[in-house]
């Protein structure tokens, strides 16, 4: 029904800087929510930072400052530029969304993650 595609991640030194790249695709009508998470090893998944419809953000107390979500609405694509990262950084990131599909129907759809990686 609808696919997330991220791009982006690799591997950094800290202080260093990437910006990851979220595209949505398939049956979407809107999308009324799009975020990224992330999970270190052994943790549980977190939230980074998410931007609705209209453009309101909201940031883990862990990023703010350092890193920055945006969208752009006609490619239905969410970025999440880092800056200043950390080791503490390190940990697969998971692009999310909330979207309302052509048939009327709501779902919260993941992309499968990609790694970002910052050495000390």
């Known amino acids: 029904q609808v696919r997330l595609v991220e791009s982006g991640g690799g591997l950094v030194q800290a202080g260093g800087s990437l910006r990851l790249s979220c595209a949505a695709s398939?049956?979407?009508?809107?999308?009324?929510?799009m975020g990224w998470y992330r999970q270190a090893p052994e943790k549980q998944r977190e939230l980074v930072a998410t931007?609705?419809?209209?453009?309101?953000?909201n940031y883990a107390d862990s990023v703010k400052g350092r890193f920055t979500i945006s969208k752009d609405n006609v490619k239905n694509t969410v970025y999440l530029q880092m800056d200043s990262l950390k080791p503490e950084d390190t940990a697969v990131y998971f692009c999310?969304?909330?979207?309302?599909?052509?048939?009327?129907?709501?779902?919260?759809?993941w992309g499968q993650g990609t790694q970002v990686t910052v050495s000390s």
């Open positions: 931007i609705t419809s209209s453009g309101s953000t």
């Open positions: 999310n969304a909330e979207v309302r599909l052509v048939d009327g129907s709501t779902g919260r759809f």
């Open positions: 398939g049956m979407i009508f809107s999308i009324n929510v």
